[in-house]
């Protein structure tokens, strides 16, 4: 059996101290039925995970599930506190800073593309205003 606690902050994390698991669950998604049950569902595949890189991959899996991910998204925005789930870093009283190593990846990803779409549309500007510049030397 998995014990459940509602917080305020976070979204939905796992945690296991003193050899007991505990699924920590922000109270605001109580009032989102459905988000609810597909964040314990997510918390309960951790539970049931072992190993590091097994749990990265039961988040790698559920990030395909592109739905969940605006919910979740619009749920961080409304409840402020959620914020700190979608931290690469994260300082709380229990654990001290730790590293969330797929939020990491998530960040590094979101800030490729953000890169290349700033890049390509400064080259596509660029292009344009060398074709300009070409009929005008003709
Ligand atoms: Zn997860």
């Given at each position: 059996?998995?014990?459940?606690?509602?917080?305020?902050?976070?979204?939905?994390?796992?945690?296991?101290?003193?050899?007991?698991?505990?699924?920590?669950?922000?109270?605001?998604l109580?009032?989102?039925?459905?988000?609810?049950?597909?964040?314990?569902?997510?918390?309960?595949?951790?539970?049931?995970?072992?190993?590091?890189?097994?749990?990265?991959?039961v988040?790698?899996?559920?990030?395909?599930?592109?739905?969940?991910?605006?919910?979740?998204?619009?749920?961080?925005?409304?409840?402020?506190?959620?914020?700190?789930?979608?931290?690469?870093?994260?300082?709380?009283?229990?654990?001290?800073?730790?590293?969330?190593?797929?939020?990491?990846?998530?960040?590094?990803?979101?800030?490729?593309?953000?890169?290349?779409?700033?890049?390509?549309?400064?080259?596509?500007?660029?292009?344009k205003?060398?074709?300009?510049?070409?009929?005008?030397?003709?």
């Amino acid at each position: 059996m998995a014990f459940i606690k509602y917080v305020k902050d976070g979204i939905g994390y796992c945690i296991e101290d003193y050899g007991v698991k505990t699924i920590y669950l922000n109270k605001n998604l109580l009032k989102y039925k459905e988000l609810h049950n597909k964040v314990l569902k997510h918390e309960l595949k951790h539970y049931n995970t072992k190993g590091f890189w097994n749990n990265v991959i039961v988040d790698i899996k559920d990030f395909t599930d592109i739905t969940k991910q605006i919910q979740l998204f619009g749920f961080t925005l409304k409840h402020p506190g959620a914020w700190s789930s979608i931290m690469p870093l994260t300082i709380n009283k229990k654990e001290g800073l730790s590293v969330d190593i797929f939020m990491v990846i998530v960040w590094l990803v979101a800030g490729l593309m953000a890169w290349i779409l700033v890049k390509s549309y400064l080259w596509w500007i660029d292009e344009k205003g060398n074709k300009t510049k070409n009929i005008v030397n003709i």
